[in-house]
């Protein structure tokens, strides 16, 4: 009985120290997600109308000087024009680092079936950096 309850406790202890260890990375991502959902939806006129200061707020202040309100404006007419509008986007990869994170999404565009969306953040959860690049599909030859 002593050690069925000793070992009980065992697990039960190393169970809780893997969740509080899943909880930074849980915070550092959910952090995140956020800038990350304001600014696909920032691409996205037809469907909501972002406020520039609430994306800001998630940007690192070397970011905050490169992507400004009038540079926010330039850039989703240039995603508007290579890409469309996003239609659906799904995270595919979280990467931590000493220095910040990466997290990788996957989406479909109205005028692009498949666009990789890349998002750098620094240790404060603040984005320094994305990209947005196109992802040529392979056909596989017929015999």
């Known amino acids: 009985m002593k050690k069925t309850f000793l070992m009980l406790t065992l697990v039960l202890v190393v169970f809780s120290a893997n969740v509080c260890f899943a909880g930074v990375n849980g915070n550092a991502l959910n952090k995140g997600e956020k800038t990350i959902d304001l600014l696909i939806g920032s691409l996205d006129k ?44 799904k995270m595919v990869n979280f990467e931590r680092f000493d220095q910040g994170d990466r997290v990788i999404y996957l989406g479909s565009f109205s005028k692009e079936n498949v666009v990789r969306l890349v998002f750098a953040f620094d240790k404060n959860s603040k984005m320094t950096d994305f990209s947005f690049s196109p992802v040529m599909l392979e056909e596989k030859n017929k015999i």
């Open 46 to 89: 037809n469907k909501t109308t972002v406020v520039y200061s609430e994306l800001a707020k998630g940007f690192s202040p070397e970011l905050k000087k490169i992507v400004t309100a009038d540079a926010l404006v330039t850039l989703q007419k240039q995603v508007a024009d290579r890409f469309g509008y996003p239609q659906e986007t």
